[in-house]
């Protein structure tokens, strides 16, 4: 089917409209002419991918990654070229922001972009498939897992290390499953962690400074140190932030919201192991409290600020308490669902003067941020970073501030 593209969606896909159904292409650009494969067809709407693209636009990545888009899953924006990026994800947030307040929308359409260079990831998950001896991402809609080769977003480092792994794991007996792996900032020291049922001894592999099964069986080191600036304690395992080459910039972000609002008291609500409240910090902060409701993640923010007081609970308990009482600046990283509406309701009803808000899913930002202008809160500005380069998603931040 020949079509034109018009726009994009949230999600990355080329949109266009024909007889009255709205097609979504993976892999197309707006202003394009392209042929699509239809993939699915539900009431009006319909799937597709590019199969060739007939008249191409100038935000198009010459040479894309050679997987992408097929062969492997892992980054479905490959064909926007990197200086084409942030006009990309800003017309796709455009969709996103729809019902959100106008403010909101005009802030991110503003928003300062942080771009990312390849290479970026430091933590992710690699399926382990034994009967074809290979370790990757799976394949688009598939679980068929990819061949690494040529990877744009792993080190080069890790990239060299695979074929190695494969052999270990095969001869260990190793069954399928997940393995996580997280690596310095300098892509010299990395962790790993398998998912999936497996007791017996998992194999010293090379380039590997600790290997451990979720049943605590391993060997060698379970925390690693990234200097974020300061060294910060990250256990395999516990969330953090994914792309070595931007860590500074979050953590020069939030120590300057802190430095320049003056904000002395800082709660942060989805602290992890304590970056973000780590850079509030070294911006000026003198109490700050962490609440992370997984205990290994809690444990190590104790760890790594020991002036900090840690919560080791869920959000919406430490809010029932009242743990957000006497914070000037609530700091707000949730996972990919948002608040939830305890949450939600507590930081509208808050007395605090700010918030800074991280979030990686704009659909949910949006809701949330209807009920922080109900609480008075004005969004000042937002940013974009490219934490996840080569795919769609896109880290904003945005500060809320009361009058
Ligand atoms: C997106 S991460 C942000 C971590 C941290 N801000 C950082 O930059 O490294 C979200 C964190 O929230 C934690 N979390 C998830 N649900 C939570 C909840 N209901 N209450 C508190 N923490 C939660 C997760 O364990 C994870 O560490």
Redesign the pocket.
């Known amino acids: 089917m020949e079509l034109e593209i018009q726009t994009l969606a949230y999600g990355g896909r080329g949109v266009a409209r024909r007889g009255g159904e709205v097609w979504f292409v993976s892999g197309a650009l707006p202003g394009e002419r392209v042929v699509a494969a239809e993939e699915r067809r539900r009431r009006g709407i319909v799937e597709a991918r590019v199969v060739d693209v007939l008249s191409c636009s100038s935000w198009r990545e010459p040479e894309p990654c050679p997987k992408a888009l097929g062969a492997c899953g892992g980054c479905d924006f490959a064909h926007v070229a990197i200086g084409f990026r942030e006009k990309a994800y800003k017309v796709a947030l455009f969709g996103a922001l729809r019902g959100a307040p106008e403010s909101l929308a005009q802030a991110v359409a503003k928003a300062v972009f942080v771009p990312s260079p390849w290479y970026y990831r430091l933590r992710g998950r690699l399926h382990w498939a034994p009967e074809a001896g290979q370790l990757g991402f799976f394949a688009s809609s598939s679980h068929r897992v990819a061949d690494l080769g040529g990877c744009r977003v792993l080190s080069q480092e890790l990239l060299a290390l695979l074929p190695a792994w494969a052999q270990c794991l095969q001869r260990a007996g190793v069954p399928a499953g997940e393995l996580e792996f997280l690596e310095d900032v300098a892509a010299k020291r990395r962790l790993l962690l398998f998912r999936g049922a497996f007791s017996g001894h998992l194999p010293r592999l090379p380039g590997v400074d600790g290997f451990w099964g979720l049943r605590g069986r391993g060997w060698g080191e379970r925390e690693l140190i990234l200097e974020l600036p300061l060294p910060l304690a990250v256990p395999v395992g516990?969330?953090?932030?994914g792309n070595r080459f931007l860590l500074s910039a979050?953590w020069n972000t939030v120590a300057a919201v802190v430095r320049e609002g003056g904000f002395l008291r800082v709660l942060?609500?989805?602290?992890?192991?304590?970056?973000?409240?780590a850079a509030a910090q070294a911006g000026g902060a003198q109490e700050v409290t962490v609440?992370?409701?997984?205990k290994r993640?809690a444990q190590a923010a104790r760890a790594n600020l020991p002036q900090a007081r840690v919560l080791p609970?869920?959000?919406?308990?430490?809010v029932g308490q009242g743990a957000l009482g006497g914070a000037s600046l609530l700091?707000l990283?949730?996972?990919?669902g948002g608040l939830?509406p305890a949450?939600r309701q507590a930081v509208a009803s808050s007395q605090a003067s700010a918030v800074l808000y991280?979030s990686?899913d704009a659909a949910c930002l949006a809701r949330d941020a209807w009920l922080l202008q109900s609480g008075g809160f004005a969004v000042r500005w937002a940013k974009l970073f490219d934490l996840f380069a080569g795919t769609h998603h896109v880290e904003l931040a945005v500060l809320f501030q009361r009058a």
Do not use: K, N
């Open positions: 516990a969330f953090v932030q979050i942060d609500l989805y602290g992890g192991v304590g970056f973000l409240a609440v992370e409701v997984s993640a609970m869920p959000a919406e308990v430490a700091i990283d949730p996972p990919r939830s949450v991280i990686c």
